[in-house]
């Protein structure tokens, strides 16, 4: 336990063997949105500190920078690796009208007070879309639930009608990149946005939005260990 | 004679004399055209491109003193020395077939000329040429909207002179038509290639041209109250309208393009606008050249965005790593691998084609059709279902060889195939079952005879049937039901 409240410049630039080993514990078992369970990452850092688990993840995003992020969703108690996927392998797992329906769905759970999405409230939104827009929309965000970007919950309405609701995952919040959210606001206005704009807009936390960025990160973790 | 202000037109001419004559020279181009064909100077490219040619070299010399041509030899050889080519055509003949229709002056009376009528024709068939020659050398998108140009040109040479009435502006706007649709397919090709701006000048620099041209038209109408100009008028108005908002679509993306360029700066995001854009997106609706949200990922791939490079484009996709291979895995894989390389041969070309005979089709009644069609479903059902005198057959002789057992069952070489076939399916039901004698005796046994069939055992061990338990019960079974 000493070992890792006290952090060093050393320390950060390295991953002990036990670090080593639950990263490519979550690294193998990522595949269709499984990830590991906490409990299984804290018994191979033979730790019972949740703090030393979230220092693990903050310590190996920093130091994985833009080309892994492992996230935890303390949802489905989860340890997910992400890695970039560029358009054509996007394209595979999303097609347009999926990643769209993603971005939206992404704005709405971001702005929302609670998260929440009712599927009759998404509904509105694209009710004029097509003929068949209810069962297109339900497949649709069946399929993002399926990628584990979005959270479907089932709760009882009026009479025994079930209903659906949706919250964007941890996952979900952390598969947009900045740039390409700036992108396609600009796109959508039809001129240039700035970065601040964008996390304004989203109601993005800074802090959150940079888990890779390294330079923050240091100065997180020196924080931290002070 | 042609008086300016005189109007000629070929279907209003009164004076019959002057349309026969008119007539006659076209029937006599005809003419001369068809020999021409006939004697192979017209026929192909190359040697209509020589027959001009020669045509010019008369022509230089009718015009010019100093290029008079004395003889067809000398035409031969001036031929030769210009173009530096052996010619594809016999000009002496080409020469001779001119004096026959009159284009040409007489042998006797050199040097070789144009008569008046020849200089006339040929310079017509140049003009058409190269006419031609100019059409196909615009591009393809510009072709008609070029056309249009050309025909506001001839109309200033002909009809504004009073020679013909054709209806010029309709032919203009005819070829907008055209033009309009043309754009209209093409449009997206452009702004892949991003080359949209080049073709939106370049044709808005043809369409102002046009547009005064019409305008100078449409002025000199003005007061002539005529119900065609009027529809031709307005077909203008919209013909322009639709030119320009194709354009202006091809304008949009340059605009948007010089837009991040310039840096346009959005003060406020508008959120019902952001939204709209996404349902858009969703229901494939966007509107003229706004990029898909995974269009956007490509260009920022491409680093069509200026923004210093670093932003690397993509989703963060959970994903994950194979496990890894053990050593043995991969020298099994890698043996696997080799074996299939060592054996593999290089497929045998035609091999198909040599074998196959080919039985003429024969012509069969409806009725006969029917009965091959009852035989072959007959073969069907009773691979289906009959399988007892097989079954009966190993039960009378358990460890019979396969051929032996099939040539008992008779029904010649068709009769033994299926009776293959029910076996494969009662071994696959494990009701009976094959067999070898390791130590090779029995061999004797395996000789059948057959009736215009062998069977031919893998690796030539000859396999024995018997039946198994299961077959057992259910003779038993078959016995009580009896």
Redesign the interface.
């Given at each position: 336990m000493e070992k890792y409240t006290a952090i060093d410049e050393k320390d950060i630039l390295m991953l002990d063997k036990r670090q080593q080993q639950a990263l490519?514990e979550i690294?193998?078992?990522?595949?269709?949105?499984d990830?590991v369970p906490r409990q299984r990452v804290m018994r191979v850092l033979r730790t019972r500190d949740e703090e030393v688990f979230n220092l693990f993840l903050r310590k190996a995003n920093s130091i994985l920078g833009?080309a892994l992020?492992l996230v935890y969703d303390e949802q489905s108690n989860r340890c997910?690796?992400?890695?970039?996927?560029?358009?054509a392998?996007?394209?595979e797992?999303?097609d347009?009208?999926q990643?769209?329906?993603f971005?939206?769905c992404f704005?709405l759970g971001m702005t929302s007070r609670t998260g929440r999405m009712t599927f009759d409230e998404l509904h509105g939104?694209?009710q004029?879309?097509?003929l068949y827009a209810e069962r297109k929309l339900m497949h649709?965000l069946d399929h993002l639930a399926k990628?584990?970007l979005l959270r479907m919950e089932e709760y009882e309405g009026e009479g025994d009608e079930k209903k659906r609701s949706y919250y964007i995952t941890q996952?979900g919040r952390?598969?947009?990149?900045l740039?390409?959210l700036m992108?396609?606001?600009?796109?959508?206005?039809?001129?240039?946005?700035?970065m601040e704009?964008?996390r304004?807009?989203f109601s993005l936390d800074r802090r959150q939005e940079d888990t890779g960025n390294t330079d923050e990160d240091k100065k997180q973790l020196k924080l931290f260990a002070d | 004679m042609t008086g300016i202000n005189e109007n000629f037109d070929i279907f209003f001419e009164r004076d019959q004399v002057r349309v026969r004559d008119a007539l006659k020279d076209l029937i006599m181009l005809s003419g001369v055209l068809k020999d021409l064909s006939g004697e192979i100077f017209w026929d192909d490219p190359r040697r209509v491109l020589d027959a001009l040619r020669v045509f010019d070299l008369i022509l230089k010399g009718t015009f010019y003193e100093e290029e008079a041509i004395q003889g067809e030899q000398e035409l031969v050889y001036r031929f030769e020395r210009i173009y530096e080519l052996q010619p594809t055509i016999d000009i002496p003949r080409l020469v001779r077939l001119g004096r026959r229709y009159n284009w040409i002056t007489d042998s006797h009376n050199p040097p070789l000329k144009f008569t008046g009528t020849g200089k006339r024709m040929v310079m017509q068939l140049l003009r058409l040429v190269n006419d031609a020659l100019v059409y196909h050398s615009q591009p393809a998108e510009l072709k008609e909207i070029h056309q249009a140009e050309r025909d506001l040109q001839l109309a200033k040479s002909y009809e504004d002179i009073g020679v013909g009435s054709q209806d010029t502006i309709a032919s203009v706007l005819n070829n907008l038509d055209n033009a309009v649709n043309d754009l209209k397919f093409q449009r997206e090709k452009y702004i892949q290639d991003r080359r949209a701006l080049e073709k939106y000048q370049s044709v808005l620099a043809l369409l102002e041209m046009l547009e005064r041209e019409l305008g100078e038209r449409f002025a000199r109408l003005k007061g002539a109250i005529d119900q065609k100009y009027e529809r031709q008028h307005r077909r203008s108005a919209t013909l322009f309208y639709r030119v320009i908002q194709e354009l202006s679509s091809l304008l949009g993306e340059n605009a948007y393009v010089s837009q991040l360029e310039v840096g346009r700066k959005v003060l406020r995001v508008n959120r019902d606008r952001f939204l709209q854009y996404l349902v858009d997106a969703y229901s494939d609706s966007l509107p003229g050249t706004t990029l898909k949200p995974v269009q956007t990922m490509q260009y920022m791939e491409e680093g069509i965005y200026d923004d210093g490079g670093d932003s690397f484009a993509g989703l963060w996709m959970p994903f994950t790593l194979p496990p890894r291979l053990h050593e043995d895995d991969v020298e099994r894989g890698v043996r696997q691998l080799e074996d299939w390389i060592y054996r593999w041969e290089p497929p045998r070309e035609n091999s198909m084609s040599e074998n196959i005979e080919y039985h003429p089709a024969r012509a069969v009644t409806a009725r006969e059709l029917a009965s091959l069609l009852g035989a072959a479903t007959s073969v069907a059902a009773e691979l289906e279902t009959d399988t007892r005198p097989i079954i009966d057959a190993i039960a009378g002789n358990p460890g019979i060889s396969v051929a032996k057992l099939l040539a008992q069952l008779g029904g010649g070489w068709a009769g033994a195939l299926r009776h293959l076939l029910v076996l494969s399916y009662l071994v696959s039901e494990e009701e009976v079952k094959l067999f070898t004698y390791k130590n090779g005796k029995d061999k004797a046994t395996a000789d059948v005879k057959t009736d215009g069939w062998r069977l031919n055992y893998p690796d030539g061990e000859v396999r024995f049937v018997k039946g198994t338990a299961v077959l057992g019960k259910q003779k038993k079974y078959d016995l009580k039901v009896r």
């Open positions: 490519s690294l193998i078992s990522s595949k269709s949105m990830g833009d992020k997910v690796a992400l890695t970039r996927a560029n358009a392998w996007t394209q797992v999303l347009d009208h990643l769209a329906l971005i939206f704005y939104y694209f004029r879309s097509s649709a990628c584990g996952v952390q598969a947009l990149p740039p390409f992108r396609i606001v600009s796109e959508s206005q039809g001129g240039e946005v700035t704009q964008v304004d807009f | -």
